[in-house]
């Protein structure tokens, strides 16, 4: 929105910690590279006076140039999310621009966004996001990391055990968060879909779940000798899942987190959805998808992220196991989050905000509480919509995507 001024009326504004929704009228002012200005929350009178709720000195609306004013009711108000885990596809070969995809992802409600330390990702400052820089395995290795506060492994080959525990000694002793996303590449080998019944049916190679379950392993194992804070961008089965649980309750600093293509599918639509289906980590069975809803309920899984990762239609076309990984994620993730989480009941908004925002930005080391008088990023977004995407409404150049066509719940109305 243009408006230098805006007033949300009848939204529901959404407190995490207290885990209620609160009815109010929301006073937006100016806005700056950082958001909007969140002047207060109360209630408008007609259209002439505001009260705000912690005050009893009201705000006449003649005052302020440019107002707008929008009904919001049956809609909420909530803090921008916040992605660990996505790749911007700058050029070739996806062929996006990093203007149009933070676009993209500003348009799915993602306010903050730490995304993979490809070659081609810059080091701008976008209009639409928080960019937080991630640095590769490379610089580490160059001792190149000074003024870093975040590495990952997601752009690099699977190093050797002593290479990644000399990295993650380094890491811990300069407070750095370390992101572990690498599956084992010597189990991986050529396979692209899970290995069992979908691998047999499209007569391609499979990776086998042990190749993130070693590196899950491997990971925390290392972690808990150097001290290192990690974490593990999308876990896919549900070993792993265990083995984070069990480091949690020893007292490990690990997180981690997954995506909405991992909870909403499993390997059997890879046979249906084909190319658009192969991402990274790959679809697992139905018992694994269970057991990650299970520990996005518990706690277990600190967030879920986006997993964006755009691919053009050539690099999509082929046998199986010659097609890019990756899927679309930063306009599509909320739908999934309303249909596959909240209407299931696998859990509430509380819990899903937390999840897409509050721990996210913990983990990150960034503040995405909604205070009064401060410039924030935040979106409304609505629970009952439905819609279905196209070409016509993503922003995105890039179309790989097993949900294209499919109707969804759930929207990201306005951001802010």
Known sequence: MTDKYTIIKNVKYIDVAARKSVTCDVFLGERSHEGRRLVTTGKTHGNDRFVPANSEEEIFLAMYDGLTIQNARGKHFSPAFVDISCRLGIGPPAGEDFFNSTASARLGGWGVIAPAPEKSTPADTSPYCRMIPVASLRKAVENSLAGVSIVSDLCDPYLPNNDLRNIMKYCAGENILFIAGRMDDGIV???????????????????????????????????????????????????????????????????????PTHFALCDDDVVLHGASAVVYPPLRGKDDRAAIIAGLADGTIDCISSGHSPASGKDKEGRINDVAFGAIGFETAFSLCVTYLLRPKHIDIYRLIQLLSHSPAEILGVDTTLKQGEFVRANLISLDSETIYTHSNLRTRCANTPFYGRPLWGTVDEVY
């Not at 990690?230 to 069990?246: C, E, F, G, K, N």
Request: with cysteine.
């Open 189 to 259: 080998g050529d396979g692209k879909v899970n290995l069992g019944r979908a691998s047999k049916m499209l007569r391609t190679p499979g990776i086998a779940p042990s190749a993130e379950n070693v590196a899950v392993s491997r990971a925390i194992v290392l972690a808990a000798e150097t001290e290192c804070r990690l974490h593990i961008p999308v876990v896919s089965t549900a070993a792993s899942v265990d083995i984070i649980r069990a480091a949690k309750s020893a007292g490990i600093a690990v997180t981690c987190g997954t995506t």
